[in-house]
């Protein structure tokens, strides 16, 4: 599935296939299942929905933190949580053992205890967290190869006095 497809969280119903209320299939574009859901108001998995469920997991994967541990993690294979700190400059103990728990429990990174003393656990993506860490990565590649075109495009957006304002 390229980056430009959304996933449907539930299957359709195979009884209603004319039925305009229903959500887009699957393999349609991102673009399209949102324009298509547009009129739909109680489907609950589409991601423009504030109560779509799929958010925790964009939240998860597009934290700073979660983009950059799955970064780190696809480079370096398996990574015990004292190198992943030292890996993510700026990360806190606390944020970390946060953004973990949330990207084990999407599935995208394995957890492996190995029940000794002093206590020894590795961190390692999942086939779904190498899926989701190849396209985090092209963004993260993309962001580095064109920050001297956002930096430029930031200072264009200030204007000397602060904030910039719309032309009454």
């Not at 860490?133 to 930031?154: G, N």
């Amino acid at each position: 599935m390229n980056r430009d497809q959304h996933e449907q969280h539930e299957p359709p119903d195979q009884s209603d296939q004319n039925d305009p209320q229903r959500p887009a299939q699957p393999g349609k574009t991102l673009r399209a299942t949102i324009a298509a859901n547009a009129e739909i108001d109680d489907f609950a998995a589409r991601l423009t929905a504030a109560n779509c469920p799929s958010r925790a997991v964009l939240s998860h994967l597009t934290s700073r933190w979660g983009t950059l541990i799955m970064v780190v993690l696809l480079a370096d294979g398996s990574r015990r949580f004292s190198q992943l700190r030292r890996a993510v400059g700026g990360v806190s103990e606390k944020m970390l053992a946060q953004t973990l728990d949330g990207l084990v429990g999407d599935g995208f990174v394995r957890r492996l205890d190995h029940q000794v003393i002093p206590p020894h656990v590795e961190y390692s993506l999942t086939a779904l967290g190498r899926e989701a860490a190849e396209r985090l990565a092209a963004l993260v590649d993309w962001i580095e190869q064109s920050y001297p075109r956002i930096e430029a495009a930031r200072r264009q957006a200030e204007p000397a006095g602060g904030k910039q304002t719309a032309a009454a």
